[in-house]
């Protein structure tokens, strides 16, 4: 009786990882029940072959071969997925063009884990590789920098915003803002509006990306005026309870508490804040972005929620659309975030890029990552993209584009 | 006033503790293992009210009750499968097999619901209420936490009538002093085992309803640091001791607030591990555990 519940079990997860191998196959994505879009273990990184098939008709035309790193398994499989599907999107249309670069991609999973990112930067490595694309996510891209600053090669993440991850890295570029670069503007905003001018900050200690952008608002906060009266920590996302924290701020009088943190813990403080009877202002920067997405938010916590993202999925400008309508088909539904857009922006990037620098199907890792680095750091060289227009680079690897502040008015983003 | 609103947060939060702590004891009491898998039925059972009532539209109370049937058979199935077959095996073996059973649960949930974090609905509300603000809106306290409070002390006084009144309560008694004996006294020690894990699980339920009605993000990993907070709740009110777990739930959830308000956000969890350090070189068996004497 053992062995045969032994041989059943068995049998069931054999079965379950020839299931998700099946999905994994259509289209790389297995947005299962509920819309959730975390693919499923048996996905060890999808991969597009688009390259390849329209790559061979028009004769001269020189491949690029980009390779994503980013967690498309695992905690933060939202942000690596969104950043898979988002290039996708882009590398689908550059090479329905009548371009003389056509791109290959392929993306490999690190499950937001720095040692796992390593092994699927060396797979990317046997594949011959030209340019990486990623990490996702800041700690996995700070190990993978490390590799391509050595190996030489051009490296550009869609959204690992810490500056440790350019920091004396000539190859490392960045399509996201810098987490200081948010704080600073965070502050610049809420005293140029005159939003408030007594503040109360509530940040994840524990995190690299909330401690660097509350560190840098703190500092700004007073050039720009305003008061910061209650500052409060948490250390773990897990933690569920925030009740001491919004009550810290709204007994310090705290006319808007500023949120630099992820939309997760956030959801709870609002909520918690409308528990207690406390409605301040609430101001987030981008990791803020998605919580409207999570299903089963209670939208109306959100009203006059202000928020700081590069990408609005609510515009109706052409590209925008155009952008949602394919990424959508590729995700089985899922709405783009801001990673999903980044994920774009980046690929076009390279493309202008090596467009600018004439890449040639002859030249090694090397080279292409050299002829990169000084046509992104050229001070003609501008990329117009779902996250910004005119943005430029200098030459620590770091975006400048205007930020977007957005209000949430009946559950939807309104520009401000 | 600030302080009266600490306090409330305290016990609201202590008390999710204790109901979780109270599964945690009844099996160790019993069985005599730590059931480490125990935080992520919670999460397995906050899910399924979660499916049921967003998902389904039915009734939050067949939500629950749904909930509560399915992590009972859960338990169980858990007991059959992973510990039963090392029943005589040693107790290292059996608390890594509930590691991996924890693994297990998680990384299931994770295939299944994805990794996007969902919000519980609120269900605990009376009109469009969900809490009586007292002293002209000073003081605040919501439904959930009244609900959460009642039902532990509610699930506290029942488990101390089942295990002292009832036939099945008195067997649980004697498997938990001693095994050997109580089947030579005509008890069905796997009969009794497996109900202990199947009442554990019921509570680990409603222990996730009501977590997740107070703090609504519902993850894959919902369970696990809860889990952990309340088996130390076990262990600091007297792991085996149903008194025992709802006093060191309760105070455990108290420390925390009171930390985390007057002493140091960034060293709470610390300073709230530092007690339980402190109380076990103090009295080693918990605050209200009881001296058992090895029989040599």
């Given at each position: 009786m053992k062995k045969f519940l032994a041989l059943l079990m068995a049998a069931a997860m054999v079965l379950a990882m020839a299931a998700c191998g099946n999905n994994a196959n259509n289209g790389g994505s297995n947005a299962n029940n509920g819309g959730s879009n975390a693919n499923s273990g048996g996905n060890t990184g999808g991969q597009?072959?688009?390259?390849?098939?329209?790559?061979?008709?028009?004769?001269?035309?020189?491949?690029?071969?980009?390779?994503?790193?980013?967690?498309?398994?695992?905690?933060?499989?939202?942000?690596?997925?969104?950043?898979?599907?988002?290039?996708?999107?882009?590398?689908?249309?550059?090479?329905?063009?009548?371009?003389?670069?056509?791109?290959?991609?392929?993306?490999?999973?690190?499950?937001?884990?720095?040692?796992?990112?390593?092994?699927?930067?060396?797979?990317?490595?046997?594949?011959?590789?030209?340019?990486?694309?990623?990490?996702?996510?800041?700690?996995?891209?700070?190990?993978?920098?490390?590799?391509?600053?050595?190996?030489?090669?051009?490296?550009?993440?869609?959204?690992?915003?810490?500056?440790?991850?350019?920091?004396?890295?000539?190859?490392?570029?960045?399509?996201?803002?810098?987490?200081?670069?948010?704080?600073?503007?965070?502050?610049?905003?809420?005293?140029?509006?005159?939003?408030?001018?007594?503040?109360?900050?509530?940040?994840?200690?524990?995190?690299?990306?909330?401690?660097?952008?509350?560190?840098?608002?703190?500092?700004?906060?007073?050039?720009?005026?305003?008061?910061?009266?209650?500052?409060?920590?948490?250390?773990?996302?897990?933690?569920?309870?925030?009740?001491?924290?919004?009550?810290?701020?709204?007994?310090?009088?705290?006319?808007?508490?500023?949120?630099?943190?992820?939309?997760?813990?956030?959801?709870?403080?609002?909520?918690?804040?409308?528990?207690?009877?406390?409605?301040?202002?609430?101001?987030?920067?981008?990791?803020?972005?998605?919580?409207?997405?999570?299903?089963?938010?209670?939208?109306?916590?959100?009203?006059?929620?202000?928020?700081?993202?590069?990408?609005?999925?609510?515009?109706?400008?052409?590209?925008?659309?155009?952008?949602?309508?394919?990424?959508?088909?590729?995700?089985?539904?899922?709405?783009?975030?801001?990673?999903?857009?980044?994920?774009?922006?980046?690929?076009?990037?390279?493309?202008?890029?090596?467009?600018?620098?004439?890449?040639?199907?002859g030249m090694s890792h090397e080279d292409i990552c050299t002829a990169l680095i000084s046509a992104f750091t050229d001070s003609g060289f501008s990329v117009d993209g779902l996250t910004g227009s005119g943005m430029t680079w200098n030459t620590s690897g770091e975006v400048s584009k205007e930020p977007v502040a957005v209000v949430i008015e009946n559950g939807i983003y309104v520009n401000m | 006033m600030s302080f009266l609103s600490n306090v409330i947060s305290g016990i609201s939060l202590g008390s999710i503790y204790a109901i979780i702590a109270l599964g945690y004891t009844m099996v160790y009491g019993i069985a005599k293992m730590l059931n480490f898998a125990h935080g992520d039925v919670i999460m397995v059972g906050a899910y399924v009210c979660f499916f049921a009532v967003s998902a389904y539209n039915l009734p939050p109370v067949i939500g629950v009750l749904l909930a509560v049937a399915l992590c009972t058979a859960l338990g169980m199935l858990i007991e059959r499968m992973a510990y039963k077959p090392l029943r005589q095996a040693p107790s290292l073996a059996v608390l890594i097999t509930a590691i991996g059973v924890s693994y297990f649960l998680q990384n299931a949930a994770l295939l299944w619901w994805g990794s996007d974090p969902k919000k519980f609905p609120a269900f605990i509300v009376v009109g469009e209420q969900n809490g009586v603000s007292l002293f002209g809106g000073q003081l605040r306290i919501t439904y959930v936490a009244i609900v959460t409070v009642v039902a532990c002390v509610a699930i506290m006084a029942g488990l101390i009538a089942f295990t002292g009144k009832t036939k099945m309560g008195k067997a649980m008694r004697a498997c938990s002093e001693d095994k050997g004996a109580a089947q030579l006294m005509g008890i069905n020690v796997n009969a009794t085992i497996s109900m202990t894990f199947a009442i554990g699980s019921a509570l680990a339920a409603i222990a996730g309803v009501l977590m997740c009605s107070a703090y609504d993000t519902l993850l894959p990993t919902t369970g696990s640091m809860p889990g952990i907070k309340a088996f130390t709740a076990a262990v600091f009110g007297g792991i085996g001791s149903i008194p025992g777990a709802f006093l060191g739930g309760l105070l455990l959830g108290v420390i925390q607030i009171f930390t985390q308000a007057y002493l140091s956000q960034e060293l709470a969890d610390a300073i709230v591990f530092a007690v339980l350090i402190v109380v076990l070189l103090v009295k080693p068996t918990g605050l209200l555990g009881k001296q058992i004497q090895e029989k040599v």
């Open positions: 597009s072959d688009a390259g390849n098939t329209n790559g061979g008709d028009s004769t001269g035309a020189v491949t690029l071969k980009i390779g994503g790193i980013g967690p498309l398994t695992g905690d933060a499989a939202i942000y690596g997925n969104a950043t898979y599907w988002g290039a996708q999107v882009a590398v689908d249309e550059i090479n329905a063009m009548q371009s003389d670069i056509k791109i290959e991609y392929k993306f490999e999973d690190d499950e937001h884990d720095g040692e796992k990112a390593i092994n699927a930067y060396r797979s990317l490595q046997d594949w011959d590789v030209d340019v990486i694309y990623g990490c996702t996510t800041s700690a996995p891209c700070l190990a993978v920098a490390g590799e391509t600053f050595a190996d030489r090669y051009f490296q550009l993440t869609p959204s690992a915003s810490s500056t440790d991850v350019t920091a004396g890295r000539d190859n490392v570029f960045q399509i996201c803002f810098t987490d200081p670069n948010q704080g600073v503007t965070a502050a610049k905003y809420i005293a140029e509006n005159k939003m408030a001018t007594k503040i109360a900050v509530i940040y994840n200690n524990a995190d690299a990306y909330s401690t660097g952008i509350y560190e840098a608002f703190a500092a700004e906060a007073p050039n720009q005026g305003l008061e910061v009266v209650s500052v409060s920590t948490f250390a773990d996302d897990k933690n569920p309870d925030f009740s001491v924290q919004v009550r810290d701020a709204q007994s310090a009088g705290a006319e808007l508490v500023f949120l630099p943190i992820y939309y997760t813990p956030a959801s709870n403080i609002l909520k918690q804040a409308k528990d207690i009877g406390y409605a301040p202002k609430f101001f987030g920067a981008d990791g803020m972005d998605g919580i409207l997405t999570m299903e089963g938010f209670d939208l109306s916590l959100a009203e006059g929620l202000m928020l700081m993202t590069p990408f609005n999925a609510y515009a109706t400008d052409e590209r925008t659309v155009t952008f949602i309508d394919s990424y959508k088909k590729l995700s089985n539904g899922v709405e783009p975030n801001q990673f999903a857009a980044d994920g774009y922006d980046c690929v076009y990037a390279i493309y202008e890029a090596a467009k600018k620098a004439g890449i040639n199907d | -």
